[in-house]
């Protein structure tokens, strides 16, 4: 019995150890659609400097919220800039580490590859399956598939059969497993998606705001130099390459500062 | 404030019809269970118990599988003319049904089996058919359990959120019920309108339960426990 208490303790003892050794690992909030392009960038990540991000996900409302609620968060990567300069002006982040780390694009997508052609002309059709978003109010593609039904002049007509998605990842998944018939994602998710068979319609640019995705240092890691260390690699030619390979734009690295 | 007491008039529907069909499908099962010595018994009661120890990920996941278009249940509803059941109201309920079958059976189910066999002997002596039995000596004696079924299975689905979150697609009017619209509230730091909400839930929840066991006490029956 004394040798398992023996045992228990030094197990906890190694454990907490590890936790030591994991000093140079931060935990990162990442906006849901970047989900599988900053999987790879993690990777890379450690690749490169040995140090490990820990990512979460969420939808950019929620994960603001949670930060705002003392989530042990070190870098957030937003979906927009809106709420990470509302971080930088209530404290929660450090003045003058916001950047745009990529630009998003919206489509309207189904998995099916006869569900439609030119989406303008889908959405005009008269609704016979639901619609799938992400919830505007927390989801910036959320939001900018709202303008893109509003400039369409559709927003009431969908309405009755718009089902929002806690994320966009949710919205993602309402489309994949056919609930619905389809839906406003993002780029990179089709991008991520491993049947390239399908229908997508890119979302002209001309009817939502721009969706700049904004990363920004946490002030509880404002002296962590591997929070630094993330975020100037994100802004580095390889973690750029990535990024636009998963179907967003990119900023030239002259003018990285959004 | 509108869309306030549409939430909760959605929430209040959604409780009472399923606890209307649940006590309707609950009651012969949990006389099943607690009469019968029946090889199934066992197996059953396992299936029924199982949405206590499943996370409502679980059940929300195969719901929208199974529930698709292209899945088994979809394609049934489809040939019957009822469309698909994710994003609608009446998938709630199915959902409802299937989360709150055990809050529903276990208390009838101890209920039943609490029954002393003479009542009913006594009863058929007197040529009593089984199910004027079941009506006039076995239900009046089973209140106690009955009266927490329907409390338990009407606030449990009130208190719903995960797989509500996971089929329902956050439609006002339709599925957005209380749990989803809190949830909402706080996600979009409105927190004045998440405590109004959340508040009268707690109250809601303090009422319901203390006037539940006030009554069972007078009864003098099984309380909560099964």
């Not at chain 1, 042990?72 to 709420?83: E, G, H, I, N, W």
């Not at chain 2, 089973?142 to 509500?164: D, K, N």
Request: charged fraction near 15%; hydrophobic fraction near 50%; proline fraction near 7%.
């Amino acid at each position: 019995m004394r040798l398992g208490i023996s045992r228990v303790v030094l197990a906890v003892c190694a454990l907490c150890l590890s936790q030591l050794v994991r000093a140079d690992e931060i935990l990162v909030a990442v906006a849901a659609n970047f989900t599988d392009a900053s999987r790879e960038l993690a990777a890379l990540f450690t690749d490169t400097t040995g140090h490990r991000a820990r990512l979460s996900y969420g939808s950019t409302g929620k994960l603001y919220a949670q930060i705002e609620h003392g989530a042990p968060f070190d870098v957030f990567l937003a979906a927009d800039r809106q709420r990470p300069a509302l971080a930088e002006q209530n404290g929660l982040a450090v003045t003058g580490s916001r950047f745009t780390y990529a630009r998003g694009k919206l489509v309207l997508w189904s998995p099916h590859p006869d569900a439609f052609e030119d989406g303008e002309i889908y959405l005009n059709q008269a609704p016979t399956t639901p619609l799938a978003i992400a919830n505007p109010r927390t989801a910036p593609y959320g939001l900018a598939a709202r303008q893109t039904l509003e400039s369409l002049t559709l927003w009431t007509t969908w309405q009755p059969r718009l089902v929002r998605g806690d994320s966009i990842a949710q919205a993602f998944q309402f489309v994949a497993t056919g609930n619905a018939g389809a839906g406003f994602v993002a780029l990179s998710q089709v991008s991520a998606w491993p049947d390239p068979v399908g229908s997508m319609w890119p979302v002209p640019e001309t009817l939502y705001q721009p969706i700049e995705q904004q990363a920004v240092l946490l002030t509880r890691a404002q002296h962590n130099p591997v929070a630094r260390a993330w975020l100037q690699f994100l802004r580095s030619e390889p973690a750029q390459a990535v990024i636009r390979r998963y179907g967003y734009a990119t900023d030239s690295p002259n003018d990285a500062d959004g | 404030m509108s869309a306030e007491w549409q939430a909760i008039w959605l929430t209040l529907k959604l409780a009472t019809v399923t606890t209307a069909i649940l006590l309707i499908v609950a009651t012969p099962l949990a006389w099943w269970l607690a009469r019968s010595r029946h090889w199934l018994c066992q197996p059953l009661a396992a299936v029924v118990a199982m949405p206590l120890v499943l996370p409502p990920t679980v059940l929300g996941f195969y719901l929208l599988i199974l529930m698709a278009p292209s899945g088994p249940v979809g394609q049934l509803t489809q040939s019957l003319g009822l469309g698909t059941l994710p994003f609608t109201f009446e998938g709630l309920v199915v959902a409802s049904v299937i989360y709150s079958l055990p809050f529903a059976v276990q208390p009838l189910q101890a209920a039943f089996s609490g029954l002393s066999e003479r009542m009913l002997e006594a009863a058929s002596t007197l040529r009593a058919s089984p199910l004027d039995r079941f009506f006039s000596v076995v239900l009046p004696l089973a209140r106690p359990g009955l009266l927490t079924a329907t409390v338990l299975t009407f606030a449990h689905t009130i208190g719903e959120f995960g797989v509500v979150l996971m089929i329902g697609g956050n439609i006002p009017g339709e599925t957005k019920v209380l749990s989803v619209a809190i949830y909402d509230h706080v996600e979009t730091l409105e927190y004045a309108r998440a405590h109004w909400l959340a508040g009268g839930m707690v109250a809601f929840a303090f009422l319901v339960l203390l006037s539940l066991y006030l009554i069972n006490g007078r009864l003098g029956g099984h309380g909560l426990k099964p």
